[in-house]
T-cell receptor, first 116, second 113 residues
């Protein structure tokens, strides 16, 4: 069975500082990894994904994530946080060996607050 | 940019009543999903749908739940007899063929009284 852990319920960072939102995963095979963001009263918006190739993945709004196979991690990063980045962030995984449905397993979410 | 839409945004119902949650996936997508998120908990997979049939379902998706694609644009989730524990945010998602990225709707908040 696959699982995702987001160890921090809440992350606070000052505007302009770098931010990191942590994610670790567990799958039986090789993972496909995703980050989604949820703004208030909005759906989950896709940010970026890791499928294969370069371990550093760049996504929307200046976010990036680093896949680390030995640490089974996929932390979300941004060099300089904006107040508008404040939202709920979800990490998700799909086991490559899963069937054609390709359903995602989500973490519990991390609330990011960027302080002005 | 195409989006997944869901209606209603909030549904309040009495325990034991039937509810139908509606979704309009992105038009050229082939795979459709329902997930739910109970307040304060994880987003959980319910069911996936492809080629007019269920392709995967979770343990949560019991006989009280059903899905349907009644026409070329809508995708619905029906809960036959709602329970208090069905109160949650329900998300619809869709995916095109040949990609792993699912696109989510804004969700329907279901409150069962």
């Amino acid at each position: 069975a696959q699982s995702v852990a987001q160890p921090e319920d809440q992350v606070n960072v000052a505007e302009g500082n770098p931010l990191t939102v942590k994610c670790t995963y567990s799958v039986s095979g090789n993972p496909y990894l995703f980050w989604y963001v949820q703004y208030p009263n909005r759906g989950l918006q896709f940010l970026l994904k890791y499928i294969t190739g370069d371990n550093l993945v760049k996504g929307s709004y200046g976010f990036e994530a680093e896949f680390n196979k030995s640490q089974t991690s996929f932390h979300l990063k941004k060099p300089s946080a904006l107040v508008s980045d404040s939202a709920l962030y979800f990490c998700a995984v799909r086991d490559r060996s899963s069937g054609s449905a390709r359903q995602l397993t989500f973490g519990s979410g991390t609330q990011l607050t960027v302080l002005p | 940019e195409p989006e997944v839409t869901q209606t209603p945004s909030h549904q309040v119902t009495q325990m034991g009543q039937e509810v139908i949650l509606r979704c309009v996936p992105i038009s050229n997508h082939l795979y459709f999903y329902w997930y739910r998120q109970i307040l304060g908990q994880k987003v959980e997979f319910l069911v996936s749908f492809y080629n007019n049939e269920i392709s995967e379902k979770s343990e949560i998706f019991d006989d009280q739940f059903s899905v349907e694609r009644p026409d070329g644009s809508n995708f619905t989730l029906k809960i036959r007899s709602t329970k208090l524990e069905d109160s949650a945010m329900y998300f619809c998602a869709s995916r095109g063929g040949g990609t792993d990225t699912q696109y989510f709707g804004p969700g329907t908040r279901l409150t069962v009284l």
